[in-house]
C-alpha cells in the first residue's frame, strides 16, 4: 500500500519561506497529477496548487507568484512520482493551515478488466505563519 508523508512544515514568521516535500513510500507509476492542498481551521480544504505528469502546473490566486510545486523529474519523464515539493516564499499569516499533499493515479486494463485508478493522500504537515 502506498503511503505519502509531507515533511518541512513548521512556524515561520510572515515573508519567510519554507519548502514542503512529499515522500511516497515507493514509487508511484500511471501519474496523473500531483496537488498540494491546505485546510485552515475552520475551513474547507482548498487547492494550492498541482503538477501534471506533462509538466503543466496550475496555482490558486491567493499564492499565485509566492508558491512553486515541483517534483522529481521521473514525473515527466515516466509519469511516476518519488517525491513532489511546495517551495513557499513571502509567507503571509493566511498561509497558515494544515498543507496534505494528493497523487491522482491513472488506472489500467489488467487483461480486459478495468481496474479503477487511485488518489492517494498523505497526514499533512502544519504551517502556521506568525505576524
Known amino acids: 500500500q502506498v503511503q505519502l508523508a509531507e515533511s518541512g512544515g513548521g512556524l515561520v514568521q510572515a515573508g519567510g519561506s519554507l519548502r514542503l516535500s512529499c515522500a511516497a513510500s515507493?514509487?508511484?507509476?500511471?501519474?496523473?497529477?500531483v496537488a498540494w492542498y491546505r485546510q485552515a481551521p475552520g475551513k474547507e480544504r482548498e487547492l494550492v496548487a498541482t503538477?501534471?505528469?506533462?509538466?503543466?502546473?496550475?496555482?490558486?490566486?491567493?499564492?499565485e507568484g509566492r508558491f512553486t510545486i515541483s517534483s522529481d523529474h521521473t514525473l515527466n519523464t515516466d509519469r511516476a512520482l518519488n517525491t513532489a515539493y511546495l517551495d513557499m516564499h513571502s509567507l503571509k499569516p493566511e498561509d497558515t493551515a494544515v498543507y496534505y499533499c494528493?497523487?491522482?493515479?491513472?488506472?489500467?486494463?489488467?487483461?480486459?478488466?478495468?481496474?479503477?485508478?487511485?488518489?492517494?493522500w498523505g497526514q499533512g504537515t502544519q504551517v502556521t505563519v506568525s505576524s
Open positions: 515507493t514509487t508511484i507509476s500511471r501519474v496523473n497529477a
Open positions: 494528493n497523487v491522482d493515479r491513472a488506472g489500467f486494463y489488467f487483461g480486459s478488466t478495468w481496474i479503477r485508478g487511485t488518489s492517494y
Open positions: 503538477i501534471a505528469s506533462g509538466g503543466t502546473t496550475t496555482y490558486a490566486g491567493s499564492v
